[in-house]
């Protein structure tokens, strides 16, 4: 019944916008890098908490939080105090995945949620758009990810939008030259220019995978094999001279869809385990957006 209404609220909210998908995706990949998988994301400031939705990575960008707080109040009516906040947001990230064309995965449950969040976690673990490879590997292998892991889960830039300010740099002064990245397709470059100015437009949007934006399949690899990645760490993963088992993954996935779908399960499934609250730590909220009193 939990993942019935669950899934009914998500459905709803995908047909609307295809784009919600890849925020609620994103939303338990921002939480669990952040003190594991506890909802800490969602908590709103207050007298004891400063928000994580503050920080460099989710100020005007992490969105969904309406449908958490839809799907928590159709739940806390079916079955009150029993369904954390963390849970929601791992099987949420599933059937967004399901919902756009991907394989579905067995979400595990029984997480609980925190009492705290950290807006310096926020900003020091979330690789940012403009991170290195080494960067990348570090940050992901700090939450006991692998390189399969990273460029696995990167694959979930086959959905969804990216801002202007995200990967601007790329375009108008990658090196500090003020040239291009010169590994960007000049066909792409130019439309990428058309809708991200110099100065200006920071919440301009553009697909992630711009072949199938709303589509998770293989796509994302196949358009860094041509140069069509769109932010610098999406890129990185295929640069020339940096890691080799990185581009080999990329080539792989690109060949052949089904594999990369079963390791994307593998590697949330994985994600979706870091540090989880479990017996009495942490609490079940009854609102997602704060702490019980």
Known sequence: MVEEIVKSVVEKAVMKEARMAASLLRLHFHDCFVQGCDASLLLDN??????????????????????????????????????????????TARDSVVLSGGVGWEVLLGRRDSRSASLSGSNN???????????????????????VDLVALSGSHTIGQSRCTSFRQRLYNQSGNGQPDSSLDKSYYSRLISGCPKSGGDNNLSPLDFVSPTKFDNYYFKNLLSG???????????????????????????????????QFAESMVKMGNISPLTGTVGEIRANCRTVLS
Do not use: H, W
Request: glycine residues 6%; hydrophobic residues 35%; aromatic residues 6%.
């Open 228 to 262: 069509y990645g769109l932010l610098n760490s999406d890129e990185e993963l295929f640069a020339k001279g940096q890691g080799k088992k990185t581009m080999e993954l990329v080539k792989l996935y690109a060949e052949n869809e089904e594999l990369f779908l079963e």
């Open 125 to 147: 673990n979330i690789p940012a758009p403009n991170s290195t490879l080494q960067t990348l590997i570090t940050k992901f292998k700090r939450q006991g990810l692998d390189e």
């Open 46 to 91: 207050s007298s004891t908490i400063v928000s994580e939705k503050g920080s460099n990575p989710n100020n005007n960008s992490a969105r969904g939080f309406d449908v958490v707080d839809q799907i928590k109040s159709e739940l806390e009516k079916a079955c009150p105090k029993t369904v954390s906040c963390a849970d929601i947001l791992a099987i």
